[in-house]
């Protein structure tokens, strides 16, 4: 059965700092992947997706991920973080009705 | 363009009232979720719609939740009785299509509080 681990509950880091989330995956066939990110009081709004080609992926707001089939792994990175960040980030895989999600990972961004 | 819109944001409601929670998906989106956010269990797909035809409902938790969709622009959400247990952030989502790999675009969600 697919499944999604985020190893990070909550991950601290100063402003202007670089970031990675990390994501480890579970999946019988090619994997479809995806980043979302929950702002307080928001629903989840789509930062990135992967679904076959280039394993580095671009997204909004400055974010990307690497896909490491050898590793079952999804990482999100950004090189600079902003204080506007500090979010809820979730990683999935699947997608329809077979879509799992993983526990998330809560970023507070330091001053 | 606009997004999946829920209503109502917030509602606090009594133990044993009847909640109905409601969703306009994105224009042209055939597929229709229902979710349950909370703490101890994180994101919980509840409901899944195709072409406003229940697919894959077992994850609602029990009878007194029920969902429909009577048309391509709505769907209902609807707890009766509900619980304090209940409380929860309900969000509603909608793609296009139905294989594995379709994005999934989330409304900002019903907070729903039982007391």
């Known amino acids: 059965a697919q499944s999604v681990t985020q190893p990070d509950i909550h991950i601290t880091v100063s402003e202007g700092a670089s970031l990675e989330l990390r994501c480890n995956y579970s999946?019988?066939?090619?994997?479809?992947l995806f980043w979302y990110v929950q702002s307080p009081g928001q629903g989840l709004q789509l930062l990135l997706k992967y679904f076959s080609g280039d394993t580095l992926v671009q997204g909004i707001k400055g974010f990307e991920a690497e896909f490491k089939r050898s590793q079952s792994s999804f990482n999100l990175r950004k090189p600079s973080v902003h204080w506007s960040d500090a979010a809820e980030y979730f990683c999935a895989v699947g997608g329809n009705n077979d879509m799992r999600f993983g526990a998330g990972t809560r970023l507070t961004v330091k001053p | 363009d606009a997004g999946v819109i829920q209503s109502p944001r917030h509602e606090v409601t009594e133990m044993g009232q009847e909640v109905t929670l409601r969703c306009k998906p994105i224009?042209?989106?055939?597929?229709l979720f229902w979710y349950r956010q909370t703490m101890m269990r994180g994101l919980e797909l509840l409901i899944y719609?195709?072409?406003?035809?229940?697919?894959?409902d077992s994850g609602m938790p029990e009878d007194r939740f029920s969902a429909k969709m009577p048309n391509a622009s709505f769907s209902t959400l609807k707890i009766q009785p509900s619980e304090p247990r209940d409380s929860a952030v309900y969000f509603c989502?909608?793609?296009?299509?139905?294989?594995?790999?379709?994005?999934?675009?989330f409304g900002e969600g019903s907070w729903l509080t039982v007391v």
């Open positions: 719609f195709n072409n406003n035809v229940p697919i894959d």
């Open positions: 999946y019988g066939a090619t994997p479809y």
């Open positions: 224009s042209g989106h055939n597929s």
């Open positions: 989502a909608s793609s296009t299509g139905t294989g594995t790999g379709n994005t999934i675009y």
